[in-house]
């Protein structure tokens, strides 16, 4: 774990996430992101890592397997248009993965994903999510 990133504090369970955790196994943790796209969730590799290239393959195939799961799920769940997805690090440098669910009502549609579209989630779509997730992977 990485002093002061914010990614190592959530999976330490010493940064809290609106949603909680919905999906964690030995090598990733599944959370919501900030909800300015509906249903937004993050996928982050458990060992402090900066870069998709300093992956064992053991734990690519694991990590590229558990987001493809998750993405399908959160497609059942929340039916979007397209769903995007992103991994940056710009902000975060630890490994993280972006699922971004697009309607044609974002007020960003056909754009990247921006944080002015204005979107939030109920408890019962948060509870859906997690439920797709737990019942795709197993």
Same mark, same amino acid.
């Given at each position: ?21 919905i999906f964690e196994n030995?090598?990733?943790? #599944? ?13 982050? #590799? ?87 997730i737990k019942k795709e992977?197993?």
């Amino acid at each position: 774990m990485q002093k002061n990133c914010k990614y190592c504090e959530i999976i330490k369970g010493k940064r809290k996430r609106k949603g909680g955790i919905i999906f964690e196994n030995e090598y990733i943790i #599944v959370f919501l992101g900030n909800q300015h796209h509906k249903g937004h969730t993050i996928g982050a #590799v458990k060992r402090h890592i900066e870069d998709v290239l300093d992956l064992s393959k053991k734990e690519r195939d694991i990590f590229f397997d558990t987001m493809i799961k998750i993405a399908k799920a959160i497609k059942k769940a929340m039916k979007p248009d397209k769903l995007n997805y992103a991994l940056f690090g710009n902000w975060v440098p630890h490994l993280h993965w972006h699922i971004y669910p697009r309607y044609k009502t974002d007020a960003d549609w056909g754009e990247p994903p921006t944080f002015e579209n204005n979107s939030s989630i109920s408890e019962r779509e948060m509870k859906k999510i997690a439920e797709a997730i737990k019942k795709e992977i197993e």
